[in-house]
């Protein structure tokens, strides 16, 4: 009894791998014929949603990203229906630039179905959905977390799915994403009977008619008559058919002639604008050439300029102390020769300190000061202090009468610390 109840878990095991398998390879190939018949279609006419080829694909799409789709389970336990625009938004929000933000923030779309029809619509006219999926398909975590076992969208076949809708990029759609259409919540349905055709093989029956024909042979009397008139049947059907052949076959002859002619004159177009760039192109080569040579030429002018300059500065700077030392010598020989007459000597006194102070102010060459500004210099210990000695003029009239330059240049002046801190 065990071995039987196994046998039969088995057996059903098997059973729904052989259905799983069977539904992914009628979805994949039914959805390259579709891609198929609307390359077809796109020869012909504009492709909008009034296009039977397009709403069968869309309704393919659908069931293929909805394949073993996990539901979202609630507080209660129940598991309830999820729509593939969840998945979408959380497999493909690192798309840049990504349009899930604009489909959200609209306002006639708002349950999930109909925002997933208004993203597939949208990717279309970008002609980029084959690059949402496969960002979605590189998320193997995410696309895991979201679909069951057996899932087209886990399997190897998802990566055929996403090269086989690259072809759709060729194609121009226009669809308006504010049409009532987009919130039906009946699930889309797939009609096969565009992509069955019968293989005919030559010794099968052809047509329709001869299986009439054939079974009202086996039914009735048949005649010369009848016989003839069936076959004359037969014959005038297949002409129709092969006319509306050979009118489709010159209709897109027709077609494929005019995009030549197209293509031709756009390349004699892009021919012309592309003699009249060359030269422009050049003309701009030999200026850029022109004024890299006139900033190399400046470049080395303002070096040569600064070289220059910093000689003119370090010249400068040599004569500014070799003037420097050219005059401290004479100076300290000047102080050190001064006759003893002409220091400022009290005789039975000591020198105060109001006297040296004054008598160093008097030392410096750069001291100008009058007498009345030596009384109220810092220098005095006593400001009140009357100076009449006839010693002072004496010693005042000779640093007055020595001029204020030499050589053509401001004597420099002497260290301010000589004569004016006391000793």
Same mark, same amino acid.
């Given at each position: ?205 052809? =047509?329709? *008619?001869? &299986? ?6 086996? @039914? ?8 003839? %008139? #069936? ?86 700077? =040599?004569? *500014?102390? &070799? ?6 010598? @004479? ?8 006759? %003893? #007459? ?82």
């Amino acid at each position: 009894m065990a071995s039987r109840s196994l046998g039969l878990h088995v057996a059903r095991k098997q059973d729904a791998a052989r259905s799983g398998a069977v539904e992914r390879r009628n979805l994949l190939t039914v959805c390259r014929f579709s891609v198929k018949t609307l390359l077809d279609r796109s020869c012909l006419d504009t492709i909008d949603d009034s296009s039977p080829e397009f709403t069968n694909f869309v309704s393919i799409l659908e069931q293929i990203l909805s394949h073993r789709l996990k539901g979202q389970t609630t507080w209660f336990g129940y598991e309830t229906h999820r729509s593939f625009w969840d998945y979408v938004k959380a497999a493909c929000s690192k798309v840049s630039p990504n349009c899930i933000h604009s489909i959200e923030s609209m306002e006639n779309v708002r349950s999930s179905r109909a925002k997933g029809r208004a993203w597939i619509r949208l990717v279309l006219m970008e002609k980029r959905l084959s690059e949402y999926i496969s960002s979605a398909l590189r998320d193997f975590k995410t696309t895991r977390k979201w679909y069951e076992d057996g899932a087209i969208m886990l399997g190897e076949e998802a990566g055929l799915l996403a090269d086989t809708l690259i072809g759709l990029n060729t194609i121009d759609f226009s669809f308006c994403l504010k049409g009532e259409g987009l919130n039906g919540s009946c699930p889309a349905v797939i009609d096969y009977t565009p992509y069955l055709k019968s293989i005919q093989r030559e010794n099968s029956i052809s =047509s329709d *008619e001869e &299986l009439r024909t054939l079974g009202s042979s086996g @039914s009735e009397n048949t005649t010369p008559e009848k016989m003839a %008139a #069936s076959t004359a049947e037969a014959i005038l059907t297949e002409q129709s058919s092969w006319v509306c052949r050979c009118k489709r076959l010159e209709q897109k002859y027709r077609m494929a002639l005019e995009q030549k002619c197209y293509l031709e004159e756009m390349v004699r177009l892009r021919e012309a604008q592309l003699s009249q760039v060359i030269p422009q192109n050049k003309a701009l080569q030999q200026r850029l050439t022109d004024t890299h040579l006139s900033h190399t030429l400046e470049k080395e002018q303002l070096e040569y300029i600064v070289l220059e300059l910093q000689d003119q500065l370090k010249n400068f700077q =040599s004569l *500014e102390q &070799l003037s420097q030392t050219s005059l401290e010598p @004479s100076h300290t020989l000047n102080l050190d020769t001064r006759p %003893a #007459s002409s220091h400022w000597h009290h005789h039975g006194k000591e020198d105060t300190p109001s006297l040296i102070g004054l008598c160093g102010s008097l030392q410096s060459v750069a001291s100008n000061k009058s007498l009345a500004s030596l009384k109220s210099s810092e220098c005095l210990a006593s400001p009140t202090t009357e100076v009449t000695s006839p010693d002072l003029t004496h010693v005042l009239e000779p640093e007055t009468k020595r001029p204020s330059t030499w050589f053509g240049e401001r004597e420099p002046d002497l260290d301010p610390g000589i004569g004016t801190q006391p000793f």
